[in-house]
Structures are given as C-alpha cells and as structure tokens.
C-alpha cells in the first residue's frame, strides 16, 4: 500500500512497538543524487537512498538520521517527508521516504555491513543503474514539490510515549490510498 505524504491529512500516527519502520533519504545537490550501494545478501549491489532499519523505540527522524550517516558518512537534516509506504501482513512494516540536505560529514569511501560505498549521481547516470525496486518511481516523486510535507508538521509517537490523553482512544492507523479510507487497528 503506498500513500503520498500530501494525502495524509493528520499530523500524529501512532505505531505499535512491533511495527517494523525504515526510514530513507533522497538528497541531492548540484543537480546530483547521493547513492548507496547495497551490502545486504538480498539486495547486495543494487543502488538506493541511504537510510535503513529505525531501532525499537527510536524515533523515525533520529533513526533515518542516523541511518543515513551510517551508510554514507554523511549527516543530513530532514526537510520534508513526501512518501510512506505500508506493508500489510502480520509483521506490518513501514518505510518513509524524506527529502534532506546534507550537513556535515565525510563521503563514506570504506565498504561495512551497512554499505559497500556512497556516491553523488546526476539524473541520467541514475537512469542506467541497478537500482533497488521502485528507486526511480521514489526519486521522481520527491522531485514534486506538492508531494511534500515539512518534517515539522509530521510527528510519529511510539507506543511509549503516546499523544495527550484523549488523542487517541485506540492504537490505530489511518491510511488513505486513491479516494478510499481504509480504517486499520493492530
């Protein structure tokens, strides 16, 4: 299930704990894209934003932060979230896609287990690339300006540390696709 930021029309979601989250960046400078190469098995080579797993408890902006800087050295400040993309199933997982600016930080040149390099790309290079699933569709995207939402107006509370009392009445989540309302509680 994918949404467009500028679809969701609240500013709280509420995540249950178990819900698995990712968060990933698109940045670009100088009419280029930074890039990193996959080092995982399943998607090892294949190109995408930097960005990754948000830890149990972490909040989605620190964690993509920090993500980020783990797979490319590079620190970034969020400026607009313009993507989720929803998993149904019994595990449910999340993975939200901003637009950043590069901060400070060193281009990554060593390969780990996060990345195997990090590299800045113009459109046309992307474009014959192997590139992860749906890189593409994602980076076109973010290059609409009505598709964004500033990160300040999207907050995410984990199960933990909940909106005020009465905010919400259960742990749900709203998720609009097209003209349907779908109406999910885990």
Known sequence: MLLRAFEVSWHWINIATHMRCSGFVVIEESSRFLLIQEASRKRKGAWFFPGGKIEAGENINAGTIRE????????????????????????????????GKITGGTLKGKADKESLQAA???LDEIKEMKLRENAMSLLSLSMEAASSMPVNNFKIYPEKKLPPAGFW?????????????KHLTK
């Open 68 to 99: 980020v800087k783990e797979e490319s050295g590079m620190t970034v400040a969020l400026a607009s979230l313009f993507y989720i993309k929803y998993y149904e199933g019994p595990d449910g997982k999340m993975e939200f896609f901003f637009k």
């Open 120 to 122: 800045w790309f113009t």
């Open 169 to 181: 009445k259960s742990l749900s989540l709203f998720i609009f696709q097209g003209r349907n309302k």
